[in-house]
T-cell receptor, first 113, second 114 residues
Framework: NAGVTQTPKFQVLKTGQSMTLQCAQD?????MSWYRQDPGMGLRLIHY???????DQGEVPNGYNVSRSTTEDFPLRLLSAAPSQTSVYFC????????????FGQGTRLTVV | AQSVTQLDSQVPVFEEAPVELRCNYS??????LFWYVQYPNQGLQLLLK????STLVKGINGFEAEFNKSQTSFHLRKPSVHISDTAEYFC????????????WGLGTSLAVNP
């Protein structure tokens, strides 16, 4: 049981480049989300999805797009990378019920130069 | 609106000493409370959760937490820490109703020294 798989683990981008961070889960979870983690700022929600075909913005959505065409996959797209997007990105999934835990991927460390 | 405050950003402690990591929350509705741990260069994993019932919750690796409704707190404790407990600890609250989002504290960095 792989849980939540994120790829790549590390990435360096030049300013203005675009890329997609991949996230896949094999637990048939309805709820998936993307966070970014920056020193002293905890986890900030970027986008989330409550099921296939349904996405919504979190607290820091600017510069990011998501889609949810299947239950398993929830890719995060950086449209035009900026140095301010240098961060560690985590994907998480849960069954969607409030009393159940979220499962996290191992993270993607992104540096924008 | 719900919020979570972790009262200490860093907690240094010696090995085999007890530790308490403090978490206060605010919510106008019934809550579910969680503690997660993040070891260096890894993702987050669940330590324990409070849903209902007994206010003392036991988790993995010898950690426990006590839910105090009157003080709106959910402090994490361990009677004797190990070097391997060095990690970042996050408190989170999940509300009821249509709000499925977890609200996170900023984290507490626990450094266990020999």
């Amino acid at each position: 049981n792989a849980g939540v798989t994120q790829t790549p683990k590390f990435q360096v981008l030049k300013t203005g480049q675009s890329m997609t961070l991949q996230c896949a889960q094999d637990m048939n979870h309805e709820y998936m989300s993307w966070y970014r983690q920056d020193p002293g700022m905890g986890l900030r929600l970027i986008h989330y999805s409550v099921g296939a075909g349904i996405t919504d913005q979190g607290e820091v959505p600017n510069g990011y797009n998501v889609s949810r065409s299947t239950t398993e996959d929830f890719p995060l797209r950086l449209l035009s990378a900026a140095p301010s997007q240098t961060s560690v990105y985590f994907c998480a999934s849960s069954s969607g019920r409030l009393n159940t835990e979220a499962f996290f991927g191992q993270g993607t460390r992104l540096t924008v130069v | 609106a719900q919020s979570v405050t972790q009262l200490d950003s860093q907690v240094p402690v010696f090995e085999e000493a007890p530790v308490e990591l403090r978490c206060n929350y605010s919510s106008s509705v019934s809550v579910y409370l969680f503690w997660y741990v993040q070891y260096p260069n890894q993702g987050l994993q669940l330590l324990l959760k409070y849903l209902s019932g007994s206010t003392l919750v036991k988790g993995i690796n010898g950690f426990e937490a006590e839910f105090n409704k009157s003080q709106t707190s959910f402090h994490l404790r361990k009677p004797s820490v190990h070097i391997s407990d060095t990690a970042e600890y996050f408190c989170a609250v999940g509300g009821s109703g249509n709000n499925r989002k977890l609200i996170w504290g900023l984290g507490t960095s626990l450094a266990v020294n020999p």
